[in-house]
């Protein structure tokens, strides 16, 4: 069974910086594509970063390019979201999803989900 669990949230001043894990079991991070997607108080989940780790391939929503960087460890399983110079519209749920395309247009297209992780940022 696939499982993805988030850890690393909580509270930070903006300027501030996180970063976000996400632990995944029953399958490889070499052959899925790892994304990670936040929902701010009513809004839909929106995509902030994936990755492939088969070839190395990288994106980013426009709004978080130069301050949050995304990688894997592979011998940990893990994915990370590195989030620096934070801002008070980072608030939000954060969750990491695995799908077979690299893409944050449709959270529909990710099979797998964690929990969740709350971020808040204050001014």
């Known amino acids: 069974e696939v499982q993805l669990v988030e850890s690393g949230g909580g509270l930070v001043q903006a300027g501030g910086s996180l970063r976000l894990s996400c632990a995944a079991s029953?399958?490889?991070?070499?052959?899925?594509?790892i994304g990670w997607f936040r929902r701010a108080p009513g809004k839909e989940r929106e995509g902030v970063s994936c990755i492939r780790s088969s070839d190395g391939y990288t994106d980013y929503k426009d709004s978080v390019k130069g301050r949050f960087t995304i990688s894997t460890d592979n011998a940990k399983n893990t994915v990370y979201l590195q989030m620096n110079s934070l801002k008070a519209g980072d608030t939000a749920v954060y969750y990491c999803?695995?799908?077979?395309?690299?893409?944050?247009?449709?959270?529909?297209?990710?099979?797998?989900w964690g929990q969740g992780t709350q971020v808040t940022v204050s001014s």
């Open positions: 029953g399958l490889t991070l070499d052959d899925p594509v």
């Open positions: 999803a695995a799908g077979p395309f690299p893409t944050l247009g449709d959270p529909r297209d990710y099979d797998y």
